[in-house]
């Protein structure tokens, strides 16, 4: 049974972590839109969405505008890093991870930035491919 969204504390210990990995639940965290500071936020402040040029091929120029923030937070106030680094655990533990992008735009972006925040969180190159390809 896969839980959609993590549950809402960042640092998993544990008791929680075994008890998802060992009753064969899969998790989705969706760090971009995570409790706290979302992830796309930090998209935001580090990437000007836009005047990138191939995003604004594909996406109105309005929709752009419409996600980009100038508000710049210290890395340290998004829990994603947190949220990451506990699902990491779960998977090393045997626990199902999936990749979800929460249909947030751009849809195409905010999914490889989502696949980057499960790297964020020690998981390897190879173990997100294999969270990507799960999540299809």
Do not use: C
Not at 33 to 45: H, K, P, S
Request: glycine share 8%; net charge negative.
């Amino acid at each position: 049974m896969p839980a959609q969204h993590n549950i809402p504390i960042p640092i998993l210990h544990d008791d929680v972590l075994n008890f998802y990995a060992l009753s064969g639940t899969g998790a989705t965290p969706t760090h971009i839109v995570d409790y706290g500071v979302w992830g796309q936020e930090l998209l935001w402040q580090s990437r000007s969405l836009a005047d990138d040029e191939k995003l604004r091929r594909f996406i109105p120029h309005e929709q752009l505008q419409a996600v980009s923030e100038t508000t710049v937070r210290p890395l340290h106030s998004y829990a994603l890093f947190n949220v990451s680094a506990s699902i990491a655990e779960f998977v090393h533990r045997g626990g199902l991870a999936n990749l979800g992008a929460h249909g947030q735009s751009p849809v195409g972006l905010m999914y490889h930035a989502e696949a980057s925040f499960f790297a964020a969180g020690g998981l390897t190159p190879y173990e997100v491919r294999h969270i990507v390809r799960a999540s299809k």
